[in-house]
């Protein structure tokens, strides 16, 4: 079982950053891959970055490749998404994830409750 918790969300010009934040409780966060996802009103959830326990692979949505960072801390049991060069299509609720990392990450049904990110033009 693990609970999860993001922050750093919020409301930025087109161009700037944000860096989230999901903290995570258990003992067992080093064991799990995680995930940020991002859904937009009436679209479907998609997945952005990913990165396995160990933090040494990592996945990247096309659509972000290049301007986002996906990292972890296992000590501090949080996992972080670096956005710079936001655009206004980046707008959406930003989820956090713990799941599985074989080939490609596969999400269990752990998700934080969400934080809005909003990229005004």
């Known amino acids: 079982q693990v609970q999860l918790v993001e922050s750093g969300g919020g409301t930025v010009q087109a161009g700037g950053s944000l860096r989230l934040s999901c903290a995570a409780s258990g003992r067992t966060f080093s064991s799990y891959a995680m995930g940020w996802f991002r859904q937009a009103p009436g679209k479907t959830r998609d997945i952005v970055a990913a990165?396995?326990?160990?933090?040494?692979?990592?996945y990247y949505a096309d659509f972000v490749k290049g301007r986002f960072t996906i990292s972890r801390d296992n000590a501090k049991n949080t996992v972080y998404l670096q956005m710079n060069s936001l655009k206004p299509e980046d707008t959406a609720v930003y989820y956090c994830n713990a799941g599985g990392y074989g080939g490609s990450y596969y999400p269990y049904n752990y998700w934080g409750q969400g934080t809005q990110v909003t990229v005004s033009s």
């Open positions: 990165i396995n326990w160990r933090g040494g692979t990592t």
